[in-house]
C-alpha cells in the first residue's frame, strides 16, 4: 500500500517528541508519492514560493548566478522551407562552453512574433527525434507555421552540447555544485537571453514547452525565470515520481519539496498540464492539476490554467501537441477556441542537415570537461569573496546546509536524560544535562554524549560547577539507528548526516538559551569541531566558540572526509565560515 506523504508535519507533530528520529525512519525520494500542503492566503503562498525560488537556484549552484557573459551567437546552415526556415545555433552559453540548437522561423510574417524555447528529453535523438511518439521536428516546424520563433536545443551531453556527459555530478563536484541539473537550466536562461537578442521577436512573449526530462526543464525554468510568459509542461508534473536523471536531480532541490509545488510557481502566468494515462501522470486530472489550479485561484486566475490527458504511454505525441497548440493559440495568438490547430505533415530533415557539429568542430578555446569545472570553481571562489555583508553570507551558508535557530524547542528532561526536538519536525536529540551556574556550555562529541562525559574538557567544566549540555548530535551516540541512503538521488530530497549534525547544535544552543539566558559557550572535540564552527557561524545568537579545528583548512578532501554537505565550497565553504565566527 502506497503512503501519501504531506510535507507539512506540524498538524501531528506539534508539541510532542517523536520516539524515534523522523530523519531515520522517513527519507523521501524521487517515487514517494507525496501531497500538496495546502496555502490558504496568496501572502503564504507567495513567501513558500520565495523559499522555493533560492532553493532550486541554490540546488543548481547558481545562487548567485553566473555572470552573463556575451552569447556571441553563430547562426548558419539556413534551410529554406515552404512557411519557414531552419537554421543551426551555436551560444557560448559560458566563456568556453557552447549549446547547440536550431532556429526555426516563420516566413513572411511582419511585426513582433512570440517565441517558443524547446528542450527535448530523454529520446534516443532528443532534439532531432522524429517518431510517432515524440517529434521534436514536427513541433517545431508546425509552432513555426503558427507564428512562433522556435528554439529547439539540447540537453547537456546530447548531440552537438558535448564539452560534459549527460551524467556527472561526483560527490567532489557536488561540493561545487557542479551538476547537469545546474548547467541545463543556466542553458535554458541563457537560451531565453538568445531569443531576447532577436529583432522580431516580442520579448514579452516568450513561453517554453517539453516533455519527460523536458518538462522538468520547463517547470524549473519557468519557477527560477520570469521572463517566461507560458509553458507546457508535458507528461512529467507527478506526486508519485519526480524524475529519474540526473538532470531532473540535484543535492538539496527536493528537501521539502516536490515538483507539483515548482511547477505551481508558473501561476498566474497560462500553463497547459499535459498528462498521460500510461505513465506517472496518470493521476494528474484528478489529483496534481486540482492543486495546482488552487494556486491560480489565489490570484484569481483558475482560466490561466487548463488540463488534459491523453490516452496513450510516455508521450509528445500528436494529440499532446495539438492540445499545446490549442492553448497557446487561445493564450499567445488571441485565437478564438474554435479554431483548428490540427497539426499539418513536416518534411523528415536528414539529421546531418540539422546537426551543429555536422563537418564543424567546435570554436577554438572550447574548454574540456575538467576546465569547465575548474573555471566552475574559479567561479565560486570569486563570487564568494566579493560578499562582505555577513546577512549575506550568512544566508548562502545556511541554505546550503539547511539548518536553522528553531523557534522552539521541545525538551523532555528525566534527571540527566534529556531529549530535545524541533516543533513540528520530528527529530530527537538526546543528551546529557547537568545543571549548573552560567554560562553553560553545550559539548559536542563526534562519538555522542557518553564520549562527550569521559573528556577533559567535560571534567573542566563539572569542576568549575558550570551547566552543561552533552549531545548525541545526528547518526552519533550508542544507539545510532540506521538510515536507509540506499534510494536513486538520496540527497536531493535528503540532508546530509553533517548537515543535521550542525541542525542538532542549533537546536541545543537554543534549549540553553532559554534554559540558561546570557553567553553561552560551544565545546567542539574532534572532528565535531567543524560541525561547531558551522553551527557558531549559522547562530543568530553570540556564541563563545570553543573548537579546535585548527588541522581544518577547507579543501574538497577534508571536506569530503570530515563535513560532507553538498554545495559547501560554492557558498564559501570554510572561509565563510571563519568570517562569521571572527566576529563573535
Request: glycine share 6%; proline share 5%.
Given at each position: 500500500?502506497?503512503?501519501?506523504?504531506?510535507?507539512?508535519?506540524?498538524?501531528?507533530?506539534?508539541?510532542?517528541?517523536?520516539?524515534?528520529?523522523?530523519?531515520?525512519?522517513?527519507?523521501?525520494?524521487?517515487?514517494?508519492?507525496?501531497?500538496?500542503?495546502?496555502?490558504?492566503?496568496?501572502?503564504e503562498w507567495e513567501a513558500r514560493r520565495g523559499e522555493l525560488r533560492k532553493q532550486i537556484l541554490l540546488a543548481a549552484g547558481l545562487l548567485p548566478l553566473p555572470e552573463k557573459a556575451p552569447l556571441d551567437p553563430q547562426i548558419f546552415g539556413r534551410l529554406e522551407r515552404d512557411g519557414y526556415t531552419i537554421e543551426k545555433v551555436l551560444l557560448e552559453t559560458m566563456p568556453g562552453y557552447y549549446l547547440a540548437g536550431n532556429l526555426y522561423r516563420p516566413r513572411g510574417r511582419t511585426g513582433k512574433l512570440p517565441a517558443v524555447l524547446k528542450p527535448h528529453g530523454h529520446w534516443n535523438y532528443g532534439r532531432l527525434e522524429n517518431q510517432p511518439l515524440f517529434s521534436g521536428q514536427a513541433i517545431a516546424v508546425n509552432f513555426a507555421l503558427q507564428g512562433y520563433v522556435v528554439f529547439a536545443y539540447d540537453m547537456v551531453g546530447w548531440n552537438d552540447t558535448i564539452q560534459t556527459p549527460h551524467a556527472f555530478g561526483s560527490p567532489r563536484e557536488q561540493l561545487w555544485s557542479f551538476g547537469p541539473l545546474g548547467l541545463q537550466?543556466?542553458?535554458?536562461?541563457?537560451?531565453?537571453?538568445?531569443?531576447?537578442?532577436?529583432?522580431?521577436?516580442?520579448?514579452?512573449?516568450?513561453?517554453?514547452t517539453g516533455a519527460s526530462g523536458g518538462g522538468t526543464q520547463t517547470f524549473l525554468l519557468t519557477a527560477v525565470d520570469d521572463r517566461l510568459a507560458f509553458s507546457a509542461p508535458?507528461?512529467?508534473?507527478?506526486?508519485?515520481?519526480?524524475?529519474?536523471?540526473?538532470?531532473?536531480?540535484?543535492?538539496?532541490?527536493?528537501?521539502?519539496?516536490?515538483?507539483?509545488?515548482?511547477?505551481?510557481?508558473?501561476?498566474?502566468r497560462p500553463m497547459m498540464v499535459v498528462s498521460a494515462t500510461g505513465d506517472w501522470t496518470r493521476n494528474v486530472p484528478k489529483e496534481e492539476?486540482?492543486?495546482?489550479?488552487?494556486?491560480?485561484?489565489?490570484?484569481?486566475?483558475?482560466?490561466?490554467?487548463?488540463?488534459?490527458?491523453?490516452?496513450?504511454?510516455?508521450?509528445?505525441?500528436?494529440?499532446?501537441?495539438?492540445?499545446?497548440?490549442?492553448?497557446?493559440g487561445k493564450h499567445v495568438l488571441g485565437a478564438q477556441e474554435d479554431r483548428s490547430f490540427a497539426e499539418r505533415d513536416v518534411r523528415d530533415e536528414k539529421l546531418q542537415d540539422l546537426m551543429v557539429l555536422h563537418n564543424r568542430t567546435l570554436p577554438a578555446g572550447a574548454l574540456s570537461?575538467?576546465?569547465?569545472?575548474?573555471?566552475?570553481?574559479?567561479?565560486?571562489?570569486?563570487?564568494?569573496?566579493?560578499?562582505?555583508?555577513?546577512?549575506?553570507i550568512r544566508e548562502r551558508l545556511q541554505l546550503t546546509i539547511g539548518a536553522q535557530w528553531p523557534k522552539e524547542v521541545l525538551d523532555s528532561v528525566q534527571g540527566e536524560q534529556v531529549v530535545l526536538s524541533r516543533a513540528g519536525k520530528g527529530d530527537r536529540v538526546p543528551g546529557i544535562w547537568v545543571d549548573g551556574r552560567a554560562p553553560a556550555a553545550l559539548v559536542?562529541?563526534?562519538?555522542?554524549?557518553?564520549?562527550?562525559?569521559?573528556?577533559?574538557?567535560?571534567?573542566?567544566?563539572?569542576?568549575?560547577?558550570?551547566?552543561?549540555?552533552?549531545?548525541?548530535?545526528?547518526?552519533?551516540?550508542?544507539?545510532?539507528?540506521?538510515?536507509?541512503?540506499?534510494?536513486?538521488?538520496?540527497?536531493?530530497?535528503?540532508?546530509?548526516?553533517?548537515?543535521?549534525?550542525?541542525?542538532d547544535i542549533l537546536t541545543a544552543l537554543a534549549f540553553l538559551k532559554a534554559k540558561k539566558p546570557g553567553e553561552i559557550e560551544l565545546v567542539g572535540l574532534d572532528r565535531a569541531a567543524v560541525w561547531s564552527v558551522f553551527a557558531a557561524a549559522l547562530s543568530p545568537e553570540k556564541v563563545k566558540l570553543n573548537a579546535a579545528a585548527q588541522s581544518f583548512a577547507g579543501t574538497d578532501q577534508e571536506f569530503l572526509d570530515r563535513f560532507f554537505v553538498p554545495g559547501i565550497q560554492r557558498a564559501g565553504g570554510w572561509k565563510a565560515a571563519l568570517a562569521l565566527t571572527a566576529a563573535q
Open positions: 500500500m502506497r503512503i501519501v506523504v504531506t510535507l507539512v508535519f506540524a498538524s501531528t507533530l506539534v508539541a510532542q517528541i517523536p520516539a524515534t528520529d523522523l530523519r531515520n525512519t522517513y527519507t523521501p525520494n524521487t517515487d514517494t508519492h507525496f501531497a500538496m500542503p495546502e496555502y490558504k492566503t496568496l501572502a537550466l543556466w542553458n535554458s536562461i541563457r537560451a531565453v537571453d538568445f531569443l531576447e537578442s532577436l529583432p522580431e521577436v516580442d520579448a514579452k512573449r516568450i513561453g517554453v508535458v507528461n512529467m508534473i507527478s506526486a508519485i515520481m519526480q524524475g529519474g536523471s540526473p538532470c531532473e536531480n540535484a543535492p538539496g532541490l527536493r528537501v521539502g519539496a516536490f515538483n507539483v509545488e515548482i511547477a505551481s510557481m508558473m501561476a498566474p492539476f486540482p492543486a495546482i489550479r488552487r494556486i491560480y485561484e489565489l490570484y484569481g486566475k483558475p482560466g490561466n490554467t487548463d488540463v488534459i490527458q491523453i490516452d496513450a504511454p510516455h508521450n509528445y505525441n500528436q494529440a499532446s501537441r495539438e492540445a499545446v497548440y490549442r492553448f497557446f570537461f575538467g576546465q569547465i569545472f575548474e573555471q566552475w570553481q574559479a567561479m565560486s571562489r570569486r563570487q564568494a569573496e566579493g560578499v562582505r555583508d555577513r546577512e549575506t559536542v562529541h563526534p562519538d555522542g554524549a557518553d564520549a562527550a562525559r569521559n573528556s577533559r574538557e567535560v571534567r573542566e567544566l563539572k569542576a568549575a560547577g558550570r551547566a552543561m549540555l552533552l549531545i548525541d548530535a545526528f547518526q552519533t551516540g550508542s544507539a545510532v539507528a540506521p538510515r536507509d541512503r540506499s534510494h536513486r538521488f538520496f540527497l536531493t530530497f535528503n540532508r546530509s548526516d553533517d548537515a543535521n549534525r550542525v541542525q
